[in-house]
């Protein structure tokens, strides 16, 4: 069976992007990475994925008269890919309603919290002086709210007294990179889909999956 293309977006380190792009060299990966945009040209992220022999491309958004004209050329490179599925993977430029209008139902996301509680940035710092016991991550659909959209799956870790920010990221981002994967993986095998604003598991109107953690 063909594969589903994936489209990563970038802005940074891009180790979210490796886990996707290691996880699609099995042979039974039902997806592979058809190619990488960052809107920053010099993210560590595009080195990562050129040795790893995939296309990519810089699309700095500088010098773009707004959001959407850099989005619509964003979207114009994917296109040109093929790409079915966009993930976003650190990719730190807020986008016009257009990008996800455009996309809906094949754009997601990771975020380091359990969403809904903590959009943002600085999210981990926003979990510890909150107080809460359990944090993780998030891979949601995307829409035109920021970090708001349908949820897909969570991972969830632990928040000990002992954690500062980098600590708990640390933990998180192992999460993040075990769900990441398996997301993918779930839509590659055409199990996941958006309906009425909802995530749709099997065929079933499904809550989002849960994944625990029990790593300190
Ligand atoms: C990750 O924590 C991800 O959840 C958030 O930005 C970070 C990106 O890290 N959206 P990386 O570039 O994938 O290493």
Redesign the pocket.
């Known amino acids: 069976m063909a594969k589903l293309k994936v489209g990563i977006l ?8 490796a886990a996707l792009i290691e996880a699609a060299k099995a042979a039974d990966y039902p997806a592979e990475i058809a190619c990488v945009v960052s809107n920053v040209a010099d993210a560590p ?1 595009l080195k990562i994925a050129q040795a790893a022999g995939i296309a990519t491309t810089a699309i700095p958004h500088k010098g773009f008269p707004d959001r959407e004209s850099f989005d619509r050329v964003v979207s114009a490179e994917l296109e040109k890919q093929g790409v079915e599925l966009v993930a ?3 990719f730190m430029r807020i986008q016009s309603p257009w990008f996800p209008g455009h996309w809906q139902g094949r754009i997601i ?4 919290s359990l969403l809904p509680a903590f959009p943002g940035l600085h999210v981990q710092q926003q979990a510890i002086d909150a107080g809460v016991r359990i944090s993780g ?1 998030t891979v949601h659909f995307v829409t035109a709210d920021l970090d708001a959209g349908p949820i897909i799956a969570q991972s969830a870790v632990p928040v000990l007294a002992s954690d500062d920010a980098e600590i708990l ?1 640390a933990r ?2 192992r999460q ?1 990179h075990r769900l990441y994967p398996l997301v993918v993986r779930w839509f590659g095998e055409g199990r996941i889909s958006l309906a009425g604003g909802r995530v749709v598991v099997d065929g079933v109107p499904a809550a989002a999956t849960l994944l625990f953690s029990t790593e300190p």
Request: hydrophobic share 40%.
């Open positions: 970038i802005s940074g380190r891009g180790s979210n992007m992220g976003m993977a650190g996301n990771i975020h380091p991550c990221a998180i981002l993040e």
